[in-house]
T-cell receptor, first 112, second 116 residues
Framework: QQQVKQSPQSLIVQKGGISIINCAYE??????FPWYQQFPGKGPALLIA?????SEKKEGRFTISFNKSAKQFSLHIMDSQPGDSATYFC???????????FGKGTLLTVNP | DGGITQSPKYLFRKEGQNVTLSCEQN?????MYWYRQDPGQGLRLIYY???????QKGDIAEGYSVSREKKESFPLTVTSAQKNPTAFYLC???????????????FGSGTQLSVL
């Protein structure tokens, strides 16, 4: 059972455009929602994270939008740059354990 | 530099052979994790350890074994019982100061395991 569904699988955006990646979850006990960025041949690195008590969190060009009633959250990358080309993973976790559940990832390509 | 070191970067396994992937961290983190990454499948948890001498199975533990004898080290053995071992293996850790429940994971650079 996939607990975190991520879409799209791949995304191509022009430089300067907005990249949007969506995730949906089923487990209402999830209370922490991070996004990880992974470059080829490297391990993922935490990009930005949100808790369900807020609807939006912004860090630089990266914004998470969170809709608790719809059980959905999304990553928006403003002014996308070629250096943003990477695989992005959403994830979710409950506060009672150490296990992160990841989505299947989105391969983002930003064309110059 | 503080971080997580995985070795080797590439590893080849023969039929019927057990292989061990190394993971060392100098971040003084209590918790360590092993994830398996397959193309288009995301990251799936194999084993995790919250403290020395204790570990729990993740979602896909069959065919794998771990040990946690030291805080800094969490080696993963891929046994011959794992029939489809070809994947990218990622070790991670989390520890004090990373959130109320130590949420932030720090990942190593991974080991690519292939079957000969």
């Amino acid at each position: 059972q996939q607990q975190v569904k991520q879409s799209p699988q791949s995304l191509i955006v022009q430089k300067g455009g907005i990249s949007i990646i969506n995730c949906a979850y089923e487990n209402t006990a999830f209370d922490y929602f991070p996004w990880y960025q992974q470059f080829p041949g490297k391990g993922p690195a935490l990009l930005i994270a949100i808790r369900p008590d807020v609807s939006e969190k912004k860090e630089g060009r990266f914004t998470i939008s969170f809709n608790k009633s719809a059980k959905q959250f999304s990553l928006h990358i403003m002014d996308s740059q070629p250096g943003d080309s990477a695989t992005y993973f959403c994830a979710a976790r409950t506060g009672s354990n150490y296990k992160l559940t990841f989505g299947k990832g989105t391969l983002l390509t930003v064309n110059p | 530099d503080g971080g997580i070191t995985q070795s080797p970067k590439y590893l080849f396994r023969k039929e019927g052979q057990n292989v061990t992937l190394s993971c060392e961290q100098n971040l003084n983190h209590d918790a360590m994790y092993w994830y398996r990454q397959d193309p288009g499948q995301g990251l799936r948890l194999i084993y995790y350890s919250q403290i020395v001498n204790d570990f729990q199975k993740g979602d896909i533990a069959e065919g794998y074994s771990v040990s946690r004898e030291k805080k800094e080290s969490f080696p993963l053995t891929v046994t011959s019982a794992q029939k489809n071992p070809t994947a990218f293996y990622l070790c991670a850790s989390s520890g004090p100061g990373q959130g109320p429940t130590n949420e932030k994971l720090f990942f190593g650079s991974g080991t690519q395991l292939s079957v000969l």
